[in-house]
Nanobody, 125 residues
Framework: QVQLVESGGGLVQTWGSLKLSCAAS????????MGWFRQAPGKEREFVAA????????QYADSVKGRFTISRDNAKNTVTLQINSLKPEDTAVYYC??????????????????WGQGTHVTVSS
């Protein structure tokens, strides 16, 4: 049984930082791409960042470029999203996602088969 468990969310002030982590189990983690998505209240889920199977390629949404950094540790089956310079519009539930077979850094949520339960990030102004 595949599990993705996010952690690290919380309440932070504008311009603050958080580090989100996602621990994977039940899957050959080093073979698959991983991504982060978010869903703000009243909005659709949107792509945030993705990383390919070996960490050699990443992709970011324009709204987070230069502020967010995705990384992975295949030895520990974890993917991390470092988020800096937070803005109130970054407030959302952040979801970790794993591709079923694919290895590339996809920005399309349909490429991902495994999803975590999400972790809340709230940025106060």
């Amino acid at each position: 049984q595949v599990q993705l468990v996010e952690s690290g969310g919380g309440l932070v002030q504008t311009w603050g930082s958080l580090k989100l982590s996602c621990a994977a189990s039940g899957v050959t983690f080093s073979n698959i791409a991983m991504g982060w998505f978010r869903q703000a209240p009243g909005k659709e889920r949107e792509f945030v960042a993705a990383i390919n199977w070996n960490g050699g390629s990443t992709q970011y949404a324009d709204s987070v470029k230069g502020r967010f950094t995705i990384s992975r540790d295949n030895a520990k089956n974890t993917v991390t999203l470092q988020i800096n310079s937070l803005k109130p519009e970054d407030t959302a539930v952040y979801y970790c996602a794993g591709a079923r077979h694919g290895r590339n850094a996809y920005n399309d949520p349909h490429e991902y088969f495994y999803w975590g339960q999400g972790t809340h990030v709230t940025v106060s102004s």
